[in-house]
């Protein structure tokens, strides 16, 4: 150890630690890349997790033995009977790229905090607008998160109807935007945050695809302006959350222009499609959106948090939060700041999130991406096969992502959903499988997003047959045969 350095910097410890732990995190993801971990998500509920660690870190704790404990706790999402939510399991390249930016901490803020990051971020950006068919006039950024993401697009949206409204306030404005009922929560959310409440969300009906009913925009568009909102903005889901359905992108666009409507669509899921050569026709129309937001974290093989919003056009980037913060920037002079991220993201201090996206390119090239969710979808389809010609089980919808939803259907309809909850319950707490659920119209479905291109239709097959026979176990507890 060098004299006068703090233990906690001492680099020589940290190269031996590092290594140490290293060797334990690749045995754990050959664990769950194998399958040979036994179980997906090793279940033990919150208070008695809360008891156990309270106990082992109330005593000394080597680190070591602390990450291993936290791994033995941890759901596996490398493993490929992980069949749950949207998150995906990270490239080992990823991976690193989030110890690398840990340990430089560089904040994206300022471009003198972070020359590397910012730069990678740009060509991040630049990137993704190309695949998305934008002109080279597109730009963005990085954010925290797709509810982050859907927020700060948003309030460019309504910056750019009303360009008094950041400093005055929305006044006796009821501004509103046009979603689909399928519409991931974090848009109410956003509404809620700039004050527009649950007026300012007009909910459009899904037809039997549950993509969105376009032809119902006119019509809601209307009765909201003769009731005294001003609509900004519609929103396409580009998957939606639930069932994964695409909305028709294209004629959204149109119907906007028509209005002068900003355009947003959330991609934050389904835009990873752009990269698939098979798939990107499900985003066709995406090039005339006024803002795309896309997860890096959902599809791409990318730790959380990873989220790009790009603007078709570059000066729109910068109305989010167009104020002044004169002791961070010389000028305020927004094009010719691109590379002062801080200008146009909520966050101030933000993570180097451009090296965990450009670390899996340089590793595997776009390829990986098309191969990725090209074959994640590809399953997603023949699973819904397998659910069709299973008896007993019923598809809600046929997929057009990797999300599906499906349900055991007893012998009596009434006892449906109570089943449907239950075996999930059982699967979690069998932790074999991890799958989660959904409820549409008052009905539970067993929701399965395929996020690991480990999972093959033997697995499938193998949760079909659980599925099955928890429910015909339950069925028989509820007719009361032992
Ligand atoms: C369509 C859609 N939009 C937004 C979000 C929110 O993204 P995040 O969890 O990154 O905030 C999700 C998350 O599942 C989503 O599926």
């Given at each position: 150890?060098?004299?006068?350095?703090?233990?906690?910097?001492?680099?020589?410890?940290?190269?031996?630690q590092?290594?140490?732990?290293?060797?334990?995190?690749?045995?754990?993801?050959?664990d769950s890349?194998?399958?040979?971990?036994?179980?997906v998500?090793?279940?033990?509920?919150?208070?008695?997790?809360y008891?156990a660690?309270?106990?082992?870190?109330?005593?000394?704790i080597?680190?070591?033995?602390?990450?291993?404990?936290v791994?033995?706790a941890?759901?596996?999402?490398?493993?490929?009977?992980?069949?749950g939510?949207q998150i995906?399991?990270?490239?080992?390249a990823?991976?690193?790229?989030?110890?690398v930016a840990?340990?430089?901490?560089?904040?994206?803020?300022v471009?003198?905090?972070?020359?590397?990051?910012?730069?990678?971020?740009?060509?991040?950006?630049?990137?993704?607008?190309r695949?998305?068919?934008?002109?080279?006039?597109?730009?963005g950024?990085?954010?925290?998160?797709?509810?982050?993401g859907?927020?700060?697009?948003?309030?460019a949206?309504?910056?750019?109807?009303?360009?008094d409204?950041?400093?005055a306030?929305?006044?006796?404005?009821?501004y509103?935007?046009?979603?689909?009922?399928?519409?991931?929560?974090?848009?109410?959310?956003?509404?809620?945050?700039?004050g527009w409440?649950?007026?300012?969300?007009?909910?459009?009906?899904?037809?039997?695809?549950?993509?969105?009913?376009?032809?119902?925009?006119?019509?809601l568009?209307?009765?909201?302006?003769?009731?005294?909102?001003?609509?900004?903005a519609?929103?396409?889901s580009?998957?939606s959350?639930?069932?994964?359905a695409?909305?028709?992108?294209?004629?959204?666009s149109?119907?906007?222009?028509?209005?002068d409507l900003w355009?947003?669509?959330?991609?934050?899921?389904?835009?990873?499609?752009?990269?698939?050569?098979?798939?990107?026709?499900r985003?066709?129309?995406i090039?005339l959106?006024?803002?795309?937001?896309?997860?890096f974290?959902?599809?791409?093989?990318?730790?959380?948090l990873a989220?790009?919003?790009v603007?078709r056009?570059?000066g729109?980037?910068?109305v989010?939060?167009?104020?002044?913060?004169e002791?961070?920037?010389?000028?305020?002079v927004?094009?010719s700041q691109?590379?002062?991220l801080?200008?146009?993201t909520?966050?101030?201090?933000?993570?180097?999130?451009?090296?965990?996206?450009?670390?899996?390119?340089?590793e595997h090239?776009?390829?990986a991406?098309?191969?990725?969710?090209t074959?994640?979808?590809?399953l997603?389809n023949?699973?819904?096969?397998?659910?069709?010609?299973?008896?007993a089980?019923?598809?809600?919808?046929?997929?057009?992502?990797?999300?599906?939803?499906?349900?055991?259907?007893?012998a009596?309809?009434?006892?449906?959903?109570?089943?449907?909850?239950?075996?999930?319950?059982?699967?979690?707490h069998?932790?074999?499988?991890y799958?989660?659920?959904?409820?549409?119209?008052?009905?539970?479905?067993?929701?399965?997003t395929?996020?690991?291109?480990?999972t093959?239709?033997?697995?499938l097959?193998?949760l079909?047959?659980?599925?099955?026979?928890?429910?015909?176990?339950?069925?028989s507890?509820?007719?009361?045969?032992?």
């Amino acid at each position: 150890m060098t004299p006068g350095i703090p233990i906690w910097f001492d680099a020589e410890k940290f190269r031996e630690q590092g290594q140490r732990i290293i060797d334990d995190l690749a045995t754990f993801l050959e664990d769950s890349t194998t399958g040979n971990a036994a179980q997906v998500l090793p279940w033990r509920d919150e208070n008695a997790q809360y008891d156990a660690w309270k106990e082992l870190l109330d005593r000394d704790i080597e680190l070591e033995e602390l990450f291993r404990e936290v791994c033995s706790a941890s759901i596996r999402l490398h493993h490929p009977r992980y069949l749950g939510h949207q998150i995906s399991p990270p490239a080992t390249a990823s991976a690193l790229a989030g110890f690398v930016a840990d340990t430089l901490n560089n904040g994206m803020g300022v471009y003198e905090m972070g020359m590397a990051g910012t730069v990678m971020e740009r060509l991040v950006i630049e990137m993704l607008a190309r695949q998305f068919g934008f002109a080279d006039s597109a730009s963005g950024f990085l954010t925290s998160g797709g509810s982050m993401g859907n927020l700060t697009a948003l309030l460019a949206a309504r910056n750019t109807a009303d360009p008094d409204v950041l400093e005055a306030g929305n006044r006796d404005q009821q501004y509103a935007v046009m979603i689909s009922e399928q519409a991931h929560y974090c848009i109410q959310r956003a509404a809620g945050i700039m004050g527009w409440g649950r007026q300012g969300i007009i909910t459009v009906p899904v037809d039997e695809h549950y993509s969105m009913r376009v032809d119902l925009l006119p019509e809601l568009y209307d009765q909201a302006t003769r009731s005294g909102k001003r609509v900004v903005a519609v929103v396409g889901s580009a998957c939606s959350t639930a069932t994964g359905a695409y909305d028709d992108l294209a004629a959204i666009s149109q119907f906007c222009s028509q209005r002068d409507l900003w355009f947003h669509v959330d991609g934050a899921h389904g835009a990873a499609a752009a990269f698939s050569q098979k798939y990107r026709c499900r985003l066709d129309g995406i090039e005339l959106a006024n803002s795309v937001t896309l997860d890096f974290h959902k599809l791409l093989l990318v730790p959380a948090l990873a989220t790009a919003v790009v603007f078709r056009d570059a000066g729109q980037s910068y109305v989010s939060f167009a104020q002044k913060a004169e002791y961070l920037f010389d000028e305020h002079v927004p094009e010719s700041q691109w590379h002062n991220l801080a200008l146009r993201t909520f966050e101030c201090t933000k993570a180097m999130m451009s090296l965990k996206v450009i670390s899996v390119l340089a590793e595997h090239g776009l390829a990986a991406w098309d191969a990725n969710v090209t074959q994640l979808y590809d399953l997603a389809n023949k699973f819904a096969d397998m659910i069709d010609e299973t008896p007993a089980m019923e598809l809600l919808v046929r997929p057009q992502s990797n999300i599906v939803c499906y349900r055991y259907v007893p012998a009596n309809a009434e006892q449906a959903n109570a089943i449907n909850r239950d075996v999930r319950e059982r699967l979690l707490h069998e932790g074999k499988f991890y799958v989660v659920q959904t409820i549409s119209d008052g009905t539970h479905w067993l929701r399965t997003t395929i996020g690991s291109s480990l999972t093959t239709t033997e697995h499938l097959g193998q949760l079909l047959e659980e599925v099955t026979r928890i429910g015909q176990q339950l069925e028989s507890q509820a007719r009361g045969v032992c």
